[in-house]
């Protein structure tokens, strides 16, 4: 049963993780010769530079291309009523538990892609003692980043099924009132307070708005 779930997922998700897959790969070494035109004369300033300025794209694509994995799924599934995974012998708990399962094994592919096209970057880059290449480091950034978006997301599609995008931005509406009405009650160090708790490390969103390094003391 899961060998025949995981390659219909696999079968209707495929473009998306391939194309994904492919913005990882190349990253790394367009956002070196895209600051080229910035005075960077050496090659590691071009990726120190070209991180620091399209680093955040890189926590966009972790955050958008995992909506899409987790969306797709259930949008076929609902186009036919979700009759065929109601009609299988296993409970439905199951079947979403697995759903899930398979959609977080092919978030590893876009984090294996960034981790080659990293360690092809920084291969032909001689760095001096004081500073070291993290490969690794940033895929696995960037899988557990990608997991997190596609845990939030696919909770969200499966508990607010095609009212989804009227949640996402019922919340976001939400926020922006909450952060709206502290500011004008003058309560803005509650706000920073939550903030910090939310997009500073240790916190969860830390993995997407941290700096994005590949090269570092």
Do not use: N
């Not at 995981?6 to 956002?31: D, E, K, S």
């Not at 969306?71 to 009609?87: G, N």
């Not at 009132?177 to 706000?191: F, P």
């Amino acid at each position: 049963m899961f060998a025949m779930m995981f390659r219909m997922q696999w079968r209707w998700t495929r473009l998306a993780v391939f194309g994904i897959a492919a913005l990882a790969l190349v990253f790394p070494t367009l956002v070196r010769y895209l600051t080229r035109s910035a005075g960077a004369d050496r090659a590691i300033t071009q990726v120190l530079d070209g991180f620091a300025l399209l680093g955040p794209m890189l926590g966009f694509l972790a955050l958008l291309g995992p909506f899409v994995l987790a969306a797709l799924p259930w949008t076929i599934d609902h186009e036919t009523r979700h009759v065929y995974p109601l009609s299988l012998p296993v409970e439905w708990s199951w079947w979403v538990r697995t759903r899930f399962l398979i959609g977080a094994i092919t978030l590893v592919i876009p984090a294996v892609a960034l981790y080659i096209g990293a360690w092809a970057t920084v291969s032909t880059i001689d760095l001096p003692p004081l500073l070291r290449a993290y490969p690794g480091a940033l895929a696995f950034r960037f899988f557990l980043a990608s997991l997190l978006a596609y845990a939030i997301s696919f909770a969200l599609q499966y508990l607010a099924g095609r009212r989804a995008t009227h949640v996402a931005a019922g919340i976001l509406v939400g926020v922006l009132v909450i952060v709206l009405g502290a500011t004008l009650l003058g309560q803005g160090d509650l706000l920073e307070r939550g903030a910090e708790l939310l997009f500073l490390w240790p916190g969860p969103l830390s993995l997407f708005v941290a700096p994005w390094t590949l090269i570092d003391v």
